[in-house]
């Protein structure tokens, strides 16, 4: 598997702002994708990164609010747009080197809002 | 659609006892198996995966599990567990047409009591 750093590791952010994850990977991973988990919460998908184009999203999200980039293969950004409270989750990153390979992850970020 | 279930939120279990983790899952066909597991404050890591074949996979620390598919389950299995063990545990499933993305269970909190 490869290493996935995730920045920040945690933020507290007023509600109404915007926040920026970042999520390299330490070589190149054909799928990225993002996953929510709320408190207490399983993980959720929320989209799968497409290098050059734009993000594939799951039922329930949308990009004006989670617009995501993925300029490269080895790296991507969630954005946590307009925050209220209910956003306060731990968003991670997992990249795939491809079909019939597992999924690994990075150590996600424990976003709070206030 | 495809969805996991993990009906057991919390176990505790004695350090040195057996363990064993229920995961049932619900799909037109054998899909891709996986269990995670989270440790406090750090992102999910690959224990076991189930692409085909054997039917009894091994993983990383110790951990089993075995795919039966008359009961869509995928159950996980630790002979003797450890303090270090405490932690949550997902169950996972992707399709089996290539892996694209990871629908979770709620995950099953493992608490070790000495």
């Known amino acids: 598997s490869a290493v996935i750093s995730q920045k920040p590791s945690r933020d507290i952010c007023q509600r109404g702002t915007s926040l920026t994850i970042q999520c390299q990977v330490d070589?190149?991973?054909?799928?990225m994708f993002w996953y929510r988990q709320q408190p207490g919460q399983s993980l959720t998908l929320i989209a799968t990164?497409?290098?050059?184009?734009?993000?594939?999203?799951e039922s329930g999200f949308v990009i004006d609010k989670f617009p995501i980039s993925r300029p490269n293969l080895t790296f991507s950004t969630l954005t946590v747009s307009n925050m209220s409270p209910e956003d306060s989750s731990i968003y991670l990153c997992?990249?795939?080197?491809?079909?019939?390979?597992?999924?690994?992850f990075g150590q996600g970020t424990r976003l709070t809002v206030v | 659609a495809q969805s996991v279930t993990q009906p057991d939120i919390h176990i505790t279990v004695s350090e040195g006892a057996s363990l064993e983790l229920r995961c049932n899952y619900s799909y037109g066909a054998t899909p891709y198996l996986f269990w995670y597991v989270q440790s406090p404050g750090q992102g999910l890591q690959l224990l076991l995966k189930y692409f085909s074949g054997d039917t009894l996979v091994q993983g990383i620390k110790g951990f089993e599990a075995e795919f039966k598919r008359s009961q869509s389950s995928f159950n996980l299995r630790k002979p003797s567990v450890h303090w270090s063990d405490a932690a949550e545990y997902f169950c996972a499933v992707a399709p089996n047409t290539g892996f694209q993305k990871l629908v979770f269970g709620t995950g099953t909190r493992l608490l070790v009591s000495p």
């Open positions: 997992s990249g795939s080197r491809g079909l019939d390979t597992e999924a690994f």
């Open positions: 990164a497409n290098q050059g184009s734009e993000a594939t999203y």
């Open positions: 070589s190149q991973v054909t799928m």
